[in-house]
């Protein structure tokens, strides 16, 4: 059984949780007691409800962990400021760093897809001591990926979509027609039951914010292919030091992604030197529904054991 709380961070953001009904919470505020300690975050366009089954199973496994998602800054239920600048991604591993912080303190396994993932190499590269270990589904290093939309056309071409989800009336585009331009991110998966469906609907047009908090993580980052000679990407700089994963950090990746190409992984262990890569030759960008056991059974084996 999944359980909702709200995480209340000592700057002013609050995220809505979830968490598997065995795992133990010493308080309303979230502070974990007892077990290893994983945080899951999500990518767009999800939102932490995509975590429900990898959280129940880990719960059935290893009752004293404690593991929980958040909808993250924007999303259905936590804060959503209005400016794109608060989805740069300085404020937003702010508050990564202030949730690990106010749930105790650093954690056994960070898990993070799509653009949690882009958080989540960031904090692993500038605060190493805050996770023992780093779990990535499907989400393209920083260093990796500024290469790729430099000189990969296939990248670059995969990547379109991003520039049309920075327009200003993105919005409303995507929700017209009952999300008809959303639905297509997903291909036609046999896992998109009408459950699964209502749910994705309910965060796309939740009343606080709705697609707007997720499309300005778009907005705010200067990773999309470039739109002309002028564009900021070519002037981009990620100098090693600060790109850095010094994490044993291991990768889940879905081979069958149609956004993000298997080059990404190439030349991976220069940013990331103690890394494992794990391909998953049947899975796709959404590799959460589509083998939430894989990825239970990874989270428990880089888990300490009971």
Not at 119 to 138: G, S, T, V
Not at 163 to 171: T, Y
Not at 257 to 273: E, I, R
Request: proline fraction near 9%; charged fraction near 15%; hydrophobic fraction near 45%.
């Amino acid at each position: 059984m999944i359980q909702s709380f709200d995480l209340h961070l000592p700057h002013g953001i609050s995220w809505a949780c979830r968490r598997a009904a065995a795992a133990e919470v010493v308080d309303s505020g979230g502070t974990a007691a007892g077990g290893p300690r994983v945080m899951l975050l999500h990518g767009f366009p999800e939102a932490a409800f995509v975590w429900d089954e990898v959280l129940e199973l880990l719960a059935a496994a290893q009752p004293t962990m404690w593991a929980f998602a958040p909808n993250l800054r924007g999303y259905p239920g936590s804060s959503s400021p209005p400016e794109v600048e608060a989805y740069r991604a300085r404020p937003l591993v702010q508050d990564l760093l202030a949730a690990i912080d106010a749930t105790g303190g650093p954690l056994d396994l960070l898990v993070a897809h799509d653009w949690g993932g882009a958080l989540a190499w960031n904090l692993a590269a500038q605060h190493p001591e805050k996770l023992k270990h780093l779990l990535i589904l499907n989400s393209p290093h920083p260093a990796t990926f500024l290469r790729e939309l430099r000189h990969n056309p296939a990248q670059q071409a995969a990547s379109a979509y991003m520039n049309f989800l920075c327009r200003p009336d993105a919005e409303q585009l995507l929700a017209a027609n009952d999300y008809a331009r959303l639905w297509p991110f997903f291909g036609s998966p046999v896992w998109m039951t009408p459950q699964i469906k209502a749910a994705y609907r309910a965060a796309w047009s939740h009343p606080a914010g709705g697609l707007t908090g997720p499309l300005n993580y778009y907005r705010a980052s200067p990773l999309r292919p470039a739109m002309g000679p002028a564009d900021t990407l070519h002037t981009l700089e990620l100098p090693d030091r600060i790109v850095t994963v010094q994490v044993p950090t291991t990768v889940l990746w879905g081979d069958k992604d149609a956004a993000l190409m298997p080059s990404l992984l190439d030349g991976l262990a220069q940013w990331v030197p103690d890394l494992q890569v794990q391909h998953l030759s049947a899975a796709s960008h959404w590799l959460v529904h589509e083998q939430p056991r894989t990825v239970a059974q990874t989270i428990l084996r880089l888990l300490p054991s009971e």
